[in-house]
């Protein structure tokens, strides 16, 4: 995000993380963590622990409700936890090794120690989001429970089935489209359980979560677009066959295909040719049609939040929902 409104955008979700970023880090901090190289890759990891999408979207959520972040908290760290855990995961699974130019755990320590580390920040997550709800009258506390699990259950299946996708030798875009829907369902549980945690009633609930389904979505379809644009990105995807959404989609035609796949087969992919490869991919008509897509997923999440009571935390909405199309 280089833009001005893109570095505002980053800034306030910085800012409404902070609070649950550094309780998560004191709590996995204080636990005793054995060998010594585990723990060792527990400090290499929260050294470079950068989690401010979902944390600040519960906190926007949370104060556009009423609430205050501040009697949040633990439930922000729950959240933390359980999304680094993912991330861990993640990486053992896309076998990431860099990220923006510092090494992953994985690419560090190696997949088993990894594999240990993520499972630690699940069981922290778990258990302290438990011991969140217990403010609520039991019945209620059950129900978040269930929602948060049925949404993190559709995220576990949206990557379930991409390890599969991967495999296939044809990709099929609408395949994809549906993956990327499920994996939405992050930033739907961030929306949801901020609304529910600031004391939204049911109808504001309900708008929250379709708010966070479609900025999920945004989310997710832009950064395929920015990975077309990343060298390094584009360096780590290829060897796993996960090519980036719109790469797809443009190589749909045959010409344009075999241009992309001839800059692609190089060994040492060129600053020019990845900005051949940018207009190639841009100028596709299917490419075109994911953009007009997302401009109308922009106006869906303006017209919810004009549903929302008229409070301050929604400008920050505002600016995040304007912003997907941004620079691209």
């Not at 290499?44 to 926007?60: D, E, R």
């Not at 004009?306 to 929902?321: C, D, E, H, S, T």
Request: hydrophobic share 45%; glycine share 6%; with cysteine.
């Amino acid at each position: 995000m280089s833009s001005k409104k893109g570095t505002e955008v980053v800034e306030n979700l910085k800012r409404d993380s902070e609070k649950g970023l550094e309780l998560a880090k004191q709590i996995m901090l204080s636990e005793k963590i054995e060998p010594l190289e585990l723990h060792r890759a527990l400090e290499h990891y929260i050294q470079n622990w950068v989690n401010c999408t979902h944390l600040g979207l519960f906190a926007m959520a949370c104060e556009a409700a009423g609430g205050k972040i501040e009697d949040a908290v633990n439930v922000q760290a729950a959240i933390a936890l359980m999304t680094a855990s993912f991330d861990i995961h993640d990486d053992i699974i896309d076998k990431t090794k860099t990220k923006n130019k510092i090494s992953t755990v994985y690419g560090k320590y190696g997949e088993e120690l990894t594999l240990l580390l993520g499972n630690a920040f699940l069981i922290e997550g778990m258990i302290l989001f438990a011991e969140s709800t217990t403010i609520f009258p039991k019945e209620k506390a059950l129900k978040i429970l269930e929602i948060t699990k049925k949404l993190l259950f559709e995220e576990g299946n949206a990557h379930s089935l991409e390890v599969c996708l991967k495999k296939k030798k044809r990709v099929n875009q609408n395949e994809y489209l549906k993956i990327i829907e499920m994996k939405a369902a992050a930033m739907e549980a961030d929306l949801t359980l901020g609304a529910i945690f600031g004391g939204a009633n049911d109808s504001q609930i309900e708008i929250f979560a379709r708010l966070g389904k479609v900025l999920g979505i945004l989310v997710l379809l832009r950064d395929e677009l920015v990975d077309v644009f990343d060298i390094e990105e584009l360096r780590q995807r290829l060897p796993v066959n996960d090519l980036p959404l719109p790469l797809l989609l443009a190589m749909q035609k045959t010409k344009t295909k075999a241009e992309i796949n001839l800059i692609l087969s190089r060994a040492k992919i060129t600053q020019t040719e990845v900005s051949k490869l940018v207009s190639l991919t841009l100028d596709s008509e299917p490419v075109i049609e994911m953009k007009k897509r997302m401009q109308l997923l922009i106006g869906e999440g303006l017209e919810l939040l004009n549903k929302l009571p008229k409070k301050k935390p929604l400008g920050k909405f505002q600016a995040i929902v304007s912003f997907m199309l941004e620079d691209l």
